[in-house]
């Protein structure tokens, strides 16, 4: 591998590396850590539109775990329940209740990816391991990340037809088609981790900077670092609480999740109206933005020729812009009874950035949702 003087503060326009053994191609999946699978998957199912495509549990040989996959595009989200008390899933959602405990990376070779990470520091969980079919093989293996969420690399030549070991196929009914990929992954770690967090993921991936931003309202205050690997396909925000007048969404997060976690998720779009609409009728609850956001909106981006700005205030869309397009996006309310882990809707028209005009709109909007839970 060609060596490289790069620092975890470089913008990531500016990176120049050459493919090494540890380069990540894309995400593969996220593995959510659920008290219930099934009931998970058909919330996902009828609110959210993915699809059930592949089940794992006693009717395919796994005798601890149950696991459904949802899939809609390049989006794999993995749901898995415990099926005793004693196992690491059940203890992980007493503790944190549920969301993503694991982030999986497509590599070219397992192998020299796994070898080099931990070379580079990476705490390992599980060593290489190799599944094969008439179709093809899968290789994965597995190290530590950020709290207390794992990475999986995962390598697959030809087409095996499970989506993981221990999976089979399930029959289902494609619904409307509305999410493309994974665009970004965010975390919440404790405050004064920060920089740590970065400096990992650069040290063992060569994640960089490629933005940075500091919010205080009235009330609250963060500060968050954007890392992405050289390719700028894998795309983690990262945030810490900063000294306030009150507790932010981001210490709600860590109080209620109980460490640095995932605190959400976005999918990319192609037309965020209708995913919004539809997610909305299938009873998908999105954050509220206030009317005076709308009545600055074009002074502050522009004139948006191609967009319905009504229907975009109608569903509380966010608009954001940078030098290369604009942006809209919208968040909902957390997905389970704790306030921890939620989803974002992002559709890009050329903008790279990840929404810093709004990220103070978006602070409010949760900080009305924090005062109704008397959590602020």
Same mark, same amino acid.
């Given at each position: 591998?060609?060596?490289? &003087?790069?620092?975890?503060?470089?913008?990531?326009?500016?990176?120049?590396?050459?493919? *090494?053994?540890?380069?990540?191609? =894309?995400?593969?999946?996220? +593995?959510?850590? @659920? *008290?219930?699978?099934?009931?998970?998957?058909?919330?996902?199912?009828?609110?959210?539109?993915?699809?059930?495509?592949?089940?794992?549990?006693?009717?395919?040989?796994?005798?601890?775990?149950? %696991?459904?996959?949802?899939?809609?595009?390049? /989006?794999?989200?993995?749901?898995?329940?415990?099926?005793?008390?004693?196992?690491?899933?059940?203890?992980?959602?007493?503790?944190?209740? =549920?969301? /993503?405990?694991?982030?999986?990376?497509? @590599?070219?070779? /397992?192998?020299?990816?796994?070898?080099?990470?931990?070379?580079?520091?990476?705490?390992?969980?599980?060593?290489?391991?190799?599944?094969?079919?008439?179709?093809?093989?899968?290789? &994965?293996?597995?190290?530590?990340?950020?709290?207390?969420?794992?990475?999986?690399? $995962?390598?697959?030549?030809?087409?095996?037809?499970?989506?993981?070991?221990?999976?089979?196929?399930?029959?289902?009914?494609?619904?409307?088609?509305?999410?493309?990929?994974?665009?970004?992954?965010?975390?919440?770690? +404790?405050?004064?981790?920060?920089?740590?967090?970065?400096?990992?993921?650069?040290?063992?991936?060569?994640?960089?900077? %490629?933005?940075?931003?500091? $919010?205080?309202? *009235?009330?609250?205050?963060?500060?968050?670092?954007?890392?992405?690997?050289?390719?700028?396909?894998?795309?983690?925000?990262?945030?810490e609480p900063?000294p306030a007048?009150?507790?932010?969404?981001?210490?709600?997060?860590?109080?209620?999740?109980?460490?640095?976690g995932v605190?959400?998720?976005?999918?990319?779009?192609?037309?965020?109206?209708?995913?919004?609409?539809?997610?909305?009728?299938?009873?998908?609850?999105?954050?509220? &933005?206030?009317?005076?956001?709308?009545?600055?909106?074009?002074?502050?981006?522009?004139?948006?020729?191609?967009?319905?700005?009504?229907?975009?205030?109608?569903?509380?869309?966010?608009?954001?812009?940078?030098?290369?397009?604009?942006?809209?996006?919208?968040?909902?309310?957390?997905?389970?009874?704790?306030?921890?882990?939620?989803?974002? /809707?992002?559709?890009?028209?050329?903008?790279?950035?990840? *929404?810093?005009?709004?990220?103070?709109?978006?602070? +409010?909007?949760?900080?009305?949702?924090?005062?109704?839970?008397?959590?602020?």
């Open positions: 591998m060609a060596e490289t &003087t790069l620092t975890p503060l470089q913008t990531a326009n500016a990176v120049d590396t050459e493919p *090494g053994p540890l380069v990540l191609e =894309d995400f593969d999946h996220l +593995e959510l850590s @659920v *008290g219930n699978s099934i009931q998970a998957a058909h919330y996902y199912r009828t609110a959210v539109g993915l699809v059930p495509t592949y089940f794992a549990g006693l009717e395919t040989g796994m005798r601890n775990k149950s %696991s459904v996959v949802m899939q809609q595009g390049n /989006v794999s989200l993995v749901l898995t329940s415990a099926l005793n008390s004693e196992d690491a899933v059940a203890q992980h959602v007493l503790r944190h209740g =549920d969301g /993503v405990t694991n982030i999986a990376f497509k @590599v070219r070779d /397992v192998w020299s990816a796994y070898h080099e990470a931990l070379c580079r520091g990476a705490h390992p969980i599980a060593d290489p391991e190799i599944f094969e079919d008439e179709n093809g093989r899968i290789i &994965t293996a597995k190290i530590k990340g950020c709290g207390p969420l794992a990475h999986t690399l $995962i390598q697959r030549n030809g087409e095996a037809t499970p989506f993981l070991p221990g999976y089979r196929s399930i029959h289902h009914n494609a619904g409307e088609y509305h999410f493309k990929a994974i665009d970004h992954v965010a975390c919440a770690v +404790e405050q004064g981790t920060l920089d740590q967090w970065v400096e990992f993921y650069w040290r063992v991936f060569g994640f960089v900077v %490629s933005h940075e931003e500091s $919010i205080v309202t *009235g009330k609250t205050a963060m500060r968050s670092k954007v890392i992405q690997d050289p390719s700028g396909k894998i795309r983690f925000p990262l945030v900063a007048k009150q507790r932010s969404q981001v210490e709600e997060y860590l109080n209620y999740h109980g460490s640095s605190q959400h998720a976005a999918f990319l779009t192609s037309s965020i109206v209708s995913a919004v609409d539809d997610l909305k009728k299938n009873g998908v609850e999105w954050l509220r &933005t206030p009317m005076t956001y709308y009545e600055a909106l074009e002074s502050r981006v522009g004139l948006l020729e191609r967009e319905n700005v009504d229907a975009l205030r109608d569903l509380n869309i966010l608009v954001d812009k940078d030098e290369s397009g604009y942006l809209l996006q919208i968040f909902t309310r957390p997905l389970q009874s704790r306030p921890t882990f939620f989803l974002e /809707v992002i559709q890009r028209e050329g903008c790279r950035g990840f *929404g810093s005009g709004n990220i103070r709109a978006l602070f +409010e909007a949760i900080e009305r949702e924090q005062a109704l839970r008397g959590t602020l």
